[in-house]
């Protein structure tokens, strides 16, 4: 029924996983972060969007 | 100028690992693509979670290119607004605050310089990223819906970019007088509610800096505004005061940092 154009919604996704994959990677290597780290995993991983950014601007200690 | 260009290396360099030139444009992107697609696709999203009666019918305008850049700005001006001044809020005192800018201070160093190398490297980052954001918009609203005057955006996204400034400079002048909680606090209330209101009551005056951001949309639709121009000054004229009062206030709070 739907029939969605990739093409278009594609940067979308292209966006969501780049933010998901850097915040994880830097999530790992950083040492300690502001909170439990794990916590932090899941909502990078269960908030689109959001959840990477908000753990770069609350998460990581400076 | 010699420590201008050490400190702004500094910061960029800072910045850079905190990966914010990499999130900042990327949320500044899906801001501006989201509403391009999802007005486009809202019958469709309509159908599969509106849970409509059978035998619904709705219709739904038709949109018009400055429609879109409209919704688009809506959503820089919520969201991505309050990101980026609350990271610009927490520049100059959270140095304080960690102990990092005795390394500083310590130095013969001109605080007008430390002040400009934190405003050239926020707003490098919130102009690079409104105009990936704008720029992303009207890709897919040229694709989807349609083009608009060139020059009239080009206006629009600089007429934008002048307000953004206003904006960062407000958060930095808190970040120099505050500490981190506060300056914070005082932004969001400055800037991301002072938009709400203007959306509110904004009819009853015609020429205030929250109205830049407005403005320089209808620039699109209306041929003249006789307000757009005092509104343009006005805005340049307060950024250019609350950034000697924050080189003033980070020279005058630089004895409360911790050591």
Known sequence: MMDINWALVAPLLVIQVVLLIVALVDLIRIESTNGPKWVWALVIIFFNILGPIVYFIFGRKS | ?259
Do not use: H
């Open chain 2, 1 to 259: 100028m010699r420590t201008f260009a050490v400190l702004f290396q500094k910061e960029l360099r800072e910045s850079w690992r905190s990966f914010k030139f990499l999130w900042m444009p990327l949320l500044f992107i899906f801001l501006g693509i989201s509403d391009p697609i999802m007005n486009y696709y809202m019958e469709d999203i309509l159908n599969a979670v509106g849970n409509l009666p059978e035998g619904f019918t709705i219709t739904l305008p038709d949109y018009a290119p400055a429609d879109i850049l409209l919704a688009s700005t809506g959503q820089f001006q919520s969201i991505g607004l309050i990101v980026l001044v609350v990271i610009a809020a927490g520049m100059i005192n959270r140095e304080r605050q960690n102990g990092t800018a005795l390394f500083i201070y310590v130095r013969p160093i001109s605080f007008a310089a430390l002040y400009f190398s934190k405003w050239a490297v926020i707003n490098l980052l919130a102009v690079l990223s409104v105009i990936l954001g704008y720029g992303a918009s009207m890709y897919y609203t040229a694709i989807l819906y349609g083009t608009v005057e060139p020059l009239l955006f080009i206006q629009m996204v600089a007429s934008y970019c002048v307000w953004i400034l206003f904006a960062t400079t407000i958060a930095l002048m808190f970040s120099a007088m505050f500490k981190t909680a506060l300056s914070i606090t005082f932004t969001v209330i400055v800037l991301p509610i002072g938009v709400l209101v203007q959306s509110l009551i904004g009819q009853f005056w015609n020429v205030s800096p929250w109205k830049l951001a407005d403005y320089s949309v209808q620039l699109l639709t209306q041929s003249e505004n006789e307000y757009y121009l005092k509104t343009l000054l006005l805005t340049i004229i307060c950024t250019v005061i609350f950034i000697l009062i924050g080189i003033l206030f980070t020279r005058k709070n630089a004895s409360s940092v911790k050591v």
